[in-house]
């Protein structure tokens, strides 16, 4: 049973749009919810984290907006580039330090 | 930044056989490293959590026996597939947390693709 629902499951966006991607959980022990991205045969690389007691985190041209009384976060990539096509996961952590996934979102960008 | 090296990257083998994956932190002491697996187009599921110096804890419905975790040194987990069979191949994946630090942050190895013939 996925502990964090991630939608859409694809997004296909010009370059210079921008990709939202919302994810929503339900374990209010969740305490850290980074964002990740893969590229095909590689290994997710961290992109931009938040923590709950921050409302939103903008780091160039990637921000997460955190809701926790909806217990919903969601990654915006602003201008986007086709470079920036590829997967992205959602992601939160318990107080095990178990990073629990969202089903991924494939983005792709067009030229 | 932290790196996290898998190896080997890639493993053919024959059915029956035993594979074992390397996780190593490369710069930074990990007293907890996580094995994932991924199937194409799939999410990582989150197979074991595996403690420097104690034995590892599995998840719901993932074999211990099955899939064997050491993690001997505050460097090195390895993942051993035992009597690999074709429905065991998959993406494996593993992470560590940097035992410095209280971010939550999590290092991923680059994968190791497993193909089961």
């Known amino acids: 049973q996925q502990q964090v629902k991630q939608s859409p499951q694809s997004l296909i966006v010009q370059k210079g749009g921008i990709s939202i991607i919302n994810c929503a959980y339900e374990?209010?022990?969740?305490?850290?919810f980074p964002w990740y991205q893969q590229f095909p045969g590689k290994g997710p690389a961290l992109l931009i984290a938040?923590?709950?007691?921050?409302s939103e985190k903008k780091e160039g041209r990637f921000t997460i907006s955190f809701n926790k009384s909806a217990k919903q976060f969601s990654l915006h990539i602003m201008d986007s580039q086709p470079g920036d096509s590829a997967t992205y996961f959602c992601a939160a952590n318990d107080s095990w330090g178990k990073l629990q996934f969202g089903a991924g979102t494939q983005v792709v960008v067009t030229p | 930044g932290a790196v996290v090296s898998q190896h080997p990257s890639r493993v053919i083998c024959k059915s029956g056989t035993s594979v074992k994956i390397e996780c190593r932190s490369l710069?930074?002491?990990?007293?907890?490293m996580f094995w994932y697996r991924q199937f194409p187009k799939q999410s990582l599921m989150l197979m074991a959590t595996?403690?420097?110096?104690?034995?590892?804890?599995?998840e719901q419905g993932v074999e211990k026996d099955k899939f064997l975790i050491n993690h001997a040194s505050l460097t090195l987990s390895t993942l051993t597939v035992t009597s690999a069979h074709p429905e065991d191949s998959s993406f494996y994946i593993c992470?560590?947390?940097?035992?410095?630090?209280?971010?939550?942050?999590?290092?991923f190895g680059e994968g190791s693709r497993l193909t089961v013939l």
């Open positions: 710069d930074f002491q990990a007293t907890t």
């Open positions: 595996s403690n420097e110096g104690s034995k590892a804890t599995y």
């Open positions: 938040i923590r709950p007691d921050v």
């Open positions: 374990n209010t022990a969740f305490d850290y």
């Open positions: 992470s560590a947390k940097d035992r410095t630090k209280n971010t939550g942050e999590l290092f």
